[in-house]
């Protein structure tokens, strides 16, 4: 069983930025890929960033690339993402999923464990 648990969250203004943390509970939780979704009000939920098992492979979705990174904390079993120059159309409830693939799933449908989601508001 995989509980994974988001914190971090907040408001911040514009040019911004926020850590996001997600914590892994589970055996061997270094030995899956780990992404961050997000999904606003009225969207479907989208792709952030995954981490690949270990720390071999990063991706990124275009419009975070160059501002937010994803890592693993291996003193605390989380994966991390760390967001930088924050924008308004960042706002969104962040979540964190596990996968059982390998590589670096980037649909929804590819995880299937997710943790309860953390709210980013960024104001202009």
């Known amino acids: 069983q995989v509980n994974l648990v988001e914190s971090g969250g907040g408001s911040v203004q514009a040019g911004g930025s926020l850590r996001l943390s997600c914590a892994v509970s589970a055996r061997a939780w270094n030995s899956y890929p780990v992404g961050w979704f997000r999904q606003a009000p009225g969207k479907e939920r989208s792709f952030v960033a995954v981490i690949s098992r270990g720390t071999t492979m990063t991706l990124y979705a275009d419009s975070v690339k160059g501002r937010f990174t994803i890592s693993r904390d291996f003193d605390k079993n989380s994966v991390d993402l760390q967001m930088n120059n924050l924008q308004v159309d960042d706002s969104a409830v962040y979540y964190c999923?596990?996968?059982?693939?390998?590589?670096?799933?980037?649909?929804?449908?590819?995880?299937?464990?997710w943790g309860q989601g953390t709210q980013v508001t960024v104001s202009s």
């Open positions: 999923a596990r996968s059982r693939l390998s590589g670096t799933p980037t649909r929804p449908g590819q995880y299937d464990s």
